[in-house]
């Protein structure tokens, strides 16, 4: 069956604290894994697109990396403002996508 | 800023009856997704179009249906609304050869 889990559900943090989010996959034919943040009640805003074990890509303080069976997602030395819901997303074989729960960070000043 | 637009932005509505959630999305984006995300929970896949033909869905009812017009805006339906349809339903475009999606905001769904 194809999942998505996301660890931890939820991280505390102080600021300047350098920490990693993990998302664990099992699906058909991966096509694409997705990172993104969502403030409450917002829609999600894209960070990343990750295609193949290996793959990392980078944005200001936070880096994805890929492997056959997960990815995660490094913050380093966050910011309060960074503070948000993190989503995983894959998209499958016969274009179907799946969603984890979040890990819901907060960075304390 | 996706340039990804949701109307409207909340809703009420009771059981049993019908509702339809639109989304603008922007010229050259040929692939929509529509999804629903429970309080707490991730988004869950509902379909998605491309070039006005669904070309995919996930595990929803048939009483969950969408258009997609060739003015890039689409439309989800939902007839026989349940309390447990209550949730933020968001809707996501992609453009021509790309994977990513970037979402809109979202419709708030409260049925009473």
């Known amino acids: 069956e194809d999942q998505v889990t996301q660890s931890p559900e939820a991280l505390r943090l102080q600021e300047g604290e350098s920490s990693s989010l993990n998302c664990s996959y099992t699906?058909?034919?991966?096509?694409?894994l997705f990172w993104y943040r969502q403030d409450p009640g917002k829609g999600p805003e894209f960070l990343f697109t990750?295609?193949?074990a290996g793959e990392e890509k980078e944005k200001e303080r936070l880096k994805a990396t890929l492997t056959k069976k997960e990815s995660f997602l490094h913050i380093t030395a966050p910011k309060p403002e960074d503070s948000a819901t993190y989503l995983c997303a894959v998209q499958a074989r016969g274009n179907q996508f799946y969603f984890g729960t979040g890990t819901s960070l907060t960075v304390i000043p | 800023e996706t340039g990804v637009t949701q109307s409207p932005t909340h809703l009420i509505k009771t059981r049993g009856q019908q509702v339809t959630l639109r989304c603008s999305s922007q010229?050259?984006?040929?692939?929509v997704s529509w999804y629903q995300q429970a309080l707490g929970q991730g988004p869950q896949f509902i379909f998605q179009y491309y070039r006005e033909e669904e070309n995919g869905r996930g595990n929803f009812p048939p009483r969950f249906s969408g258009l997609q017009f060739p003015n890039y805006s689409s439309e989800l339906n939902v007839n026989a609304l349940e309390l447990d349809d209550s949730a933020l339903y968001l809707c996501?475009?992609?453009?021509?050869?790309?994977?990513?999606?970037?979402f809109g905001p979202g419709t708030r769904l409260l049925v009473l």
């Open positions: 010229s050259g984006h040929n692939t």
């Open positions: 996501a475009s992609s453009p021509t050869g790309e994977e990513t999606q970037y």
């Open positions: 699906v058909s034919g991966l096509r694409g």
């Open positions: 990750l295609y193949s």
